[in-house]
C-alpha cells in the first residue's frame, strides 16, 4: 500500500500525457481533454468540477438521457481569459477551446457566459455552440457570477449569502424590482462596473428565488428557457407566465389580506416577485440593517384611514383598537398590518422576533377584546423594540468603528497626488512602513 502511494504521488508530479480527456461529471457529459502536455489536470479539471456543481446545486441544471456532451480543450494558443468554439476533425464536432491559465477566465464575464451558456445548452438537448436566447443571458451571467465568488471566497458555500451592494440598496430606501427588463443585461460588458455588479447581484438573487419558487419535480428556469425557445411569446410574457404565476401562488394564500392583492394579474405577480425578492435576500443569518429596520417599523407605526368619504386622517397604530369601533375603513387594517409584520419578521434581527409576535397576536385581537387594554399592551410592545431597536443600531456603530480602526493607519487612499495618480503604486519607504504597521495590528 506504501508502495503504491509511493507511485501515485510520484506520478501526479508529472504532466499528462496530451490529448487524455477527463470526465467532470458521471456519464461523461461534460468533459475536458489536453492537448497542452505542460498543464497539469488536476487544478483544471477542479476548477471546472467546482463550476459543474455551482450550475447543479444552485440552477438546478443536472445531466438528463436527452443532454448533448460538451468537450473542453486546453490549447496553448488559446489567448488568456478568452474562449472560443471551434471545429474538430479529431472530434468531429465543435469544441470549446480554453487557455492554459483558467484562472484567467474568472476577471472575463464574457468568456464566463459562453461556458455557462454551453453548458446549459447541452443539458437542456441543444448544441452547446448556440448561444442561450437574450432574455436568459442573465441565468448564466447569474451562475458565472456565483462561481467567481465562491472561488474569490476560497471557501465551499453551499447556497447564497451574501449580496452587499444590492443589501445596502434596499437598506437605504431602495425597491427591488425583478421583470424581464430590469434582467436583460447590459450591452457593454463592463467588469466591476457599478452597472455591472448590480446586474449580477440581481441574476444571482433571482436564481435562488426561482429555485425556492419551483418544487422537487420542476425547475422554472428550464421552464422559462423551453418557452423562448418556442418563441410563441415575448420575453416579458414568458418570464410572467413562469416566475410572476409562481410567486403569485407562493405568497397570496386565503389568509391574505384582499386589500393589498392588486386586481391586475400582472402587477399582482410583479408585487408577489419583489416582496418575495425582499425575504429571499435576509434571512436570521444575515437580516437586515437594525436602522433599516427602524424607518420600516416607524412607517408600519402609522396608519391612514377614510373618516369618510372626503376626509382621509392619520393616526398610529396604538389608537387602531378604539378607531376600529368608529370607522368602517379601519376594521380591514388589522389583517393589512398583520401581513406587513410578518414579512418585516422574516427579514429582522433574531432578537426582534418575539416582540413582533407578541404585537402580532395584539392586533389580531382587535374586535374581540376590550380597545383599552389592546392599546396599552401594544404602546408596551412597540416601547420595547424601539429600545432594542436603539441598542442594536448603537451594537452596528461600535462594531462598524472598531473595523474602521483596525485599518492601516497608513491606509493606501490617502496617498496621491492626483485624481490621475490614485492608482499608481506607493513609494517604497512608504510601503515599508505601511506594511510594517499593518503587522504590528494583526498582531
Known amino acids: 500500500m506504501r508502495l503504491l502511494g509511493f507511485v501515485t504521488i510520484f506520478l501526479l508530479g508529472f504532466p499528462i500525457a496530451a490529448n487524455e480527456v477527463w470526465n467532470i461529471t458521471g456519464n461523461g457529459n461534460f468533459a475536458i481533454e489536453f492537448n497542452d502536455k505542460n498543464v497539469h489536470h488536476v487544478p483544471v479539471v477542479d476548477f471546472f468540477r467546482r463550476f459543474e456543481r455551482v450550475v447543479r446545486r444552485v440552477g438546478r441544471i443536472e445531466e438528463s438521457v436527452a443532454g448533448r456532451s460538451l468537450l473542453l480543450i486546453v490549447d496553448e494558443k488559446q489567448p488568456s481569459g478568452s474562449c472560443k468554439f471551434a471545429h474538430?476533425?479529431?472530434?468531429?464536432?465543435?469544441?470549446?477551446?480554453?487557455?492554459?491559465?483558467?484562472?484567467?477566465?474568472?476577471?472575463?464575464?464574457?468568456?464566463?457566459?459562453?461556458?455557462?451558456?454551453?453548458?446549459?445548452?447541452?443539458?437542456?438537448?441543444?448544441?452547446?455552440q448556440e448561444p442561450l436566447p437574450a432574455g436568459a443571458n442573465w441565468i448564466a451571467d447569474g451562475l458565472w457570477a456565483e462561481f467567481v465568488q465562491r472561488e474569490v471566497l476560497g471557501q465551499r458555500v453551499m447556497?447564497?449569502?451574501?449580496?452587499?451592494?444590492?443589501?445596502?440598496?434596499?437598506?437605504?430606501?431602495?425597491?427591488?424590482?425583478?421583470?424581464?427588463?430590469?434582467?436583460?443585461?447590459?450591452?457593454?460588458?463592463r467588469p466591476g462596473s457599478a452597472e455591472w455588479t448590480f446586474y449580477c447581484q440581481k441574476a444571482r438573487l433571482m436564481l435562488e428565488l426561482a429555485q425556492s419558487l419551483g418544487s422537487s419535480s420542476s425547475n422554472l428556469l428550464k421552464d422559462y428557457c423551453f418557452l423562448l425557445f418556442a418563441r410563441q411569446l415575448s420575453n416579458a410574457e414568458c418570464f410572467e407566465q413562469t416566475f410572476g404565476s409562481a410567486a403569485r401562488r407562493k405568497l397570496f394564500t386565503p389568509l391574505t389580506p384582499q386589500e393589498i392583492v392588486p386586481e391586475d394579474g400582472k402587477k399582482a405577480a410583479e408585487y408577489a416577485l419583489n416582496r418575495l425578492a425582499v425575504k429571499k435576500l435576509y434571512s436570521q443569518y444575515v437580516p437586515m440593517n437594525p436602522g433599516a429596520v427602524s424607518a420600516v417599523f416607524e412607517k408600519f407605526c402609522h396608519i391612514s384611514f377614510m373618516q369618510n368619504k372626503n376626509m382621509k386622517a392619520d393616526a398610529s397604530i396604538t389608537d387602531l383598537p378604539l378607531l376600529a369601533e368608529k370607522y368602517a375603513d379601519c376594521t380591514k387594517l388589522p389583517r393589512i398590518k398583520i401581513f406587513e409584520l410578518n414579512e418585516l419578521t422574516a427579514v429582522a434581527p433574531a432578537q426582534l422576533r418575539n416582540d413582533f409576535f407578541k404585537l402580532s397576536y395584539q392586533l389580531g385581537q382587535i374586535g374581540s377584546a376590550d380597545p383599552e387594554v389592546i392599546s396599552s399592551a401594544m404602546k408596551n410592545i412597540i416601547a420595547s423594540l424601539k429600545r432594542k431597536l436603539d441598542e442594536l443600531i448603537l451594537v452596528d456603530a461600535v462594531l462598524s468603528s472598531m473595523e474602521t480602526s483596525r485599518l492601516p493607519l497608513l491606509y493606501e487612499q490617502r496617498f496621491f497626488m492626483s485624481e490621475n495618480l490614485r492608482q499608481s503604486p506607493l513609494p517604497g519607504n512608504i510601503k515599508s512602513f505601511w506594511d510594517t504597521v499593518e503587522r504590528s495590528l494583526q498582531k
Request: glycine share 6%; aromatic share 6%; net charge positive.
Open 88 to 128: 474538430s476533425r479529431k472530434h468531429r464536432k465543435q469544441v470549446l477551446l480554453l487557455p492554459r491559465d483558467c484562472k484567467s477566465l474568472l476577471d472575463s464575464p464574457a468568456a464566463g457566459r459562453i461556458i455557462a451558456s454551453a453548458l446549459i445548452q447541452s443539458r437542456l438537448g441543444n448544441l452547446p
Open 159 to 189: 447556497r447564497f449569502i451574501w449580496l452587499p451592494e444590492l443589501r445596502n440598496f434596499v437598506e437605504n430606501g431602495g425597491k427591488l424590482h425583478f421583470s424581464s427588463k430590469i434582467l436583460t443585461a447590459p450591452e457593454n460588458i
